[in-house]
């Protein structure tokens, strides 16, 4: 596709609910990253792949939030027990490689609204 | 775990005045400075970024000025515009690290 792809791109889910939001990179970025925006925000790290693997993680909040991207494109952010503090945006974004001054390209986001 | 601290949260400037926003960073070892530009439902656009090997540098009407012994690095934009009008991000990565941590935004109004 020509940009990053995020679906869906508003879920509103209850109160202790699973959810799974999707990102599709752009074709052939082996770099793929999640973050979270808050209201009057800026994105906040979650999590980052290069390739298969989870790079660094470090920014995952608590053992509810897990990410995975099996065949190194498309990634799925699984969020369990959602809480309404997990109310944000997510925002997904690939590069070419994981290296210093790529250009990262974001997806517009889900909004994800727990009531 | 604030590591960089960016102002004005929110500026309005009237069309062709110059709009200055400045963020200051607490860490050293930091090696590549971006600012990004966001559009309401969208998400944040890459504008210019810059290295701390130089002092400055300009795209267009966008200029980044990196002060490294004061840990600040500015954007201005000059002439702005009405489509100017945004949340813009300062931002960095460390020297080992490719995960850009953000400031908290300063939102930019351009009235005609």
């Known amino acids: 596709g020509a940009g990053v792809s995020q679906t869906p791109s508003n879920k509103v889910t209850e109160k202790g609910k699973y959810v799974e939001l999707r990102c599709d990179p752009i074709?052939?970025?082996?770099?793929l990253y999640w973050y979270r925006q808050s209201l009057g925000q800026g994105p906040e790290f979650l999590i980052y792949?290069?390739?298969?693997?989870?790079?660094?993680d470090s920014g995952l909040p608590n053992d509810r939030f897990f990410a995975v991207r099996p065949e190194g494109s498309v990634s799925t952010l699984k969020i369990q027990r959602t809480e309404r503090g997990d109310s944000a945006v997510y925002l997904c974004?690939?590069?070419?490689?994981?290296?210093?001054?790529?250009?990262?390209?974001f997806g517009q986001g889900t909004r994800l609204t727990v009531v | 775990q604030q590591q960089v601290k960016q102002s004005p949260q929110s500026l309005i400037v009237q069309k062709g005045g110059i709009s200055i926003i400045n963020c200051a960073y607490e860490?050293?070892?930091?090696?590549?400075f971006p600012w990004y530009q966001q559009f309401p439902g969208k998400g944040p656009a890459l504008l210019i970024a810059?290295?701390?090997?130089?002092s400055e540098k300009k795209e267009g009407r966008f200029t980044i000025s990196f002060n490294k012994s004061a840990k600040q690095f500015s954007l201005h934009i000059m002439d702005s515009q009405p489509g100017d009008s945004a949340t813009y991000f300062c931002?960095?990565?460390?020297?080992?690290?490719?995960?850009?941590?953000f400031g908290t935004g300063t939102r930019l109004q351009v009235f005609p």
């Open positions: 974004a690939s590069s070419k490689q994981g290296t210093l001054n790529t250009e990262a390209f």
């Open positions: 074709s052939g970025h082996t770099a």
């Open positions: 792949f290069q390739g298969t693997g989870a790079a660094d």
């Open positions: 860490n050293t070892a930091f090696d590549y």
């Open positions: 810059i290295r701390p090997d130089v």
């Open positions: 931002a960095f990565t460390g020297r080992n690290t490719d995960k850009l941590i």
